[in-house]
């Protein structure tokens, strides 16, 4: 039987691997925020259109994950050579900073008689986006699992990279808003030019960590040579008899719908609720909240050697407080809550890594095979259908309050005011709930059945 090494790299190596989540959380912040406000606000095309186009590329955004995830989780020729994620965490990290341009390029035209155009252009751009995202993605987090094989070790590894992802999340809540002028269309293409930029070197910074061990290699090589290859659909019907995956990936899909609608909402929030500038303020409210919870969430985790009791305390205040921004209208009492909501933003963000690399150490046991790329892309599928939710909640509250597509904060009816509210913090408040309550009631992987699933781990050499 083997030992498992608590901590078998570096911390400068654990960083390195860190500034692949910088990149992530950078890339994400830069386009979740703006993509609805630039189409709808600035361009002024017409809200149900603009919504039925995000439909369309949540769909796409979540198939291709599990079919990346599926294609990539096999040896190609590099394989020996470069790894098995390496080589598509840079093929296609650079297509996938290179292609955000795109989205903020579309034809110079009237917004109404072109508005199909512009239909298209989101549709086919956000496409290209989100296919290198995956392939970037997909493979950069199924590295983790392999990559970090103990408990002790993934903690360590999260309470590394979460807080460089959060400083990604800071450049990418900061950076756009000292640039962008929601009037002025071509502020965002100079501000695609220093996000691509931006993310071109933090691509090189991740190259060392990112590196998979010739050991790794090797150990899959030999354990793929004895494995069959299960077909798509059968292999996502095992994965959905997980218990463990099924209610991660639910409890998942309910946390990523309140943050990309939190994120997406914040625009609309600081110009027609709060009428101030005030939208980099609050972005680093939630910052400084997140990043030094990250660290105390990290060490209470490892003291109480608990991943899904510290989850779920932070899964609560999540909902907590995001119930205040239903409300609120007041920039300093707004910065106040903001820093809590960002204090359970960064505990989970800090715990979604390990509570998934357990769920991933039950699916080795269970099926005596590792499947990363696999449950990744399954994982992301379900997550995608967050800016499905987003798309039709905004949509929806947009017509039915009256919202006046390009209208400045004179023109919208206090009943258009409201649905900012609404799709900003009372639905989002919904969703966590929900997702919390389930977390908690039929989550199953405690701390002595995760001990167990490692130790097996161990004797099957996987």
Known sequence: MGEVIEIEHSKLNIASYGFGKFLTEFMEMAFTVWLYS???????????????AVIIYAIWNAVNDPLVGYLTNRPFKFTKKWGRRFPWIIIGGIAYILSYILIFTPPDIDPNSGAWIFFIWFIVSTAIFDTFNSIFFVNFASLFPDKFRSVKERRKATGIQTPIGIVGVALGALLPPLIIDSGDSA????????????????????IPGCREDQVTIDRYLEKHDTEDRTPFFKTLKLTLKQKSFLFFIITYTLYRSLVISFQASIPFFVEFILQERAQTLLSAGFLVGALISSPIWAYIAQKTDNNKKVMLINSLLLTIFTIPFIFLNSVIIALIVMIFWGFGLGGYWTMLSPVFADVINESVVNNQKRQEGIFNGFLQFFGRLAILVQAISFASVHTLTGFVEGGAIGVQPASAIWGVHVHFALIPAIFMLIATIIFWKFYDLTPDKVKLHQDRIIELNL
Do not use: E, H, P, W
Not at 187 to 199: D, M, Q, S
């Open 38 to 52: 630039f189409y709808v606000r600035t361009i002024g095309v017409d809200s149900l259109i603009i919504g039925l």
């Open 187 to 206: 502020t965002f293409i100079i501000n695609a030019g220093l996000v691509i930029l931006i993310g071109i070197i933090v691509l090189m910074l991740s």
